[in-house]
């Protein structure tokens, strides 16, 4: 299998533009959990689905972020409006049952 | 809440020397612990998942070990080599069996 597969690796944007992360899950794995990473709070949980359905989004920082999961195989994680406080690493992991959870290479987000 | 932290925040030993990072929790009511290596610029590698029946877990020469009463978990590191180079981090599955709590880490350097 591929791994998690994150796009865009990089993305650079200017404050106020929409900003839309994706995901694709390892085959078969039925949890999909978003993460961010600074260097200030370290890494935190933002959401994650299980079978599609998101269960817990209280980590989502505030109603500027939202994530969808239309289906197994693939999850956006949208900012609208950006801000440059947003500027982080944009992890994806998913899992199967309750053994570990794999992690993507990650989406290095820049908002100017 | 649970909090999870690292000791020591960062370490360097010469090459060939076994070494031991500490993780310690503040809720022993965890259902599994995992640890990854970050390497710069890199998204996460899971190294081992100990779940909370167990108290150790081994892969090649790592060796994880888990105490729930104490709340305390080590990462042994057998005969370090400069590609052990890495941030080590220990994260813990708390209540829901999907929510990882993630500490600060340990950055690791193996000098030659």
């Known amino acids: 299998d591929a791994g998690v597969i994150q796009s865009p690796r990089h993305e650079v944007t200017e404050m106020g533009q929409e900003v839309t992360l994706r995901c694709k899950p390892i085959?078969?794995?039925?949890?999909l959990f978003w993460y961010r990473q600074t260097m200030m709070r370290g890494l935190e949980l933002l959401i994650y689905?299980?079978?599609?359905?998101?269960?817990?989004d209280s980590g989502m920082p505030e109603d500027r972020f939202s994530a969808k999961m239309p289906n197994a195989s693939f999850s956006t994680l949208k900012i609208q409006p950006s801000e440059p406080r947003d500027s982080a690493v944009y992890f994806c992991?998913?899992?199967?049952?309750?053994?570990?959870?794999?992690f993507g290479p990650g989406t290095r987000l820049t908002v100017t | 809440k649970q909090e999870v932290t690292q000791i020591p925040a960062a370490l360097s030993v010469p090459e060939g020397e076994n070494l031991v990072l500490n993780c310690s929790f503040t809720?022993?009511?965890?259902?599994?612990l995992q640890w990854f290596r970050q390497d710069p610029g890199k998204g996460l590698t899971s190294l081992l998942l100990?779940?909370?029946?167990?108290r150790e877990q081994t892969s090649g020469r790592l060796n994880a070990s888990l105490d729930k009463s104490s709340g305390r978990s080590t990462l042994y590191i057998a005969a370090s080599q400069p590609g052990d180079s890495a941030t080590y981090l220990c994260?813990?599955?708390?209540?829901?069996?999907?929510?990882?709590?993630f500490g600060t880490g340990t950055r690791l350097q193996v000098t030659l």
């Open positions: 689905f299980n079978n599609n359905v998101p269960i817990d």
């Open positions: 085959s078969g794995h039925d949890y």
């Open positions: 994260a813990v599955n708390t209540g829901t069996a999907s929510k990882l709590t």
């Open positions: 100990i779940q909370s029946s167990q």
């Open positions: 809720d022993s009511a965890i259902y599994n």
């Open positions: 992991a998913s899992k199967t049952g309750s053994y570990e959870q794999y």
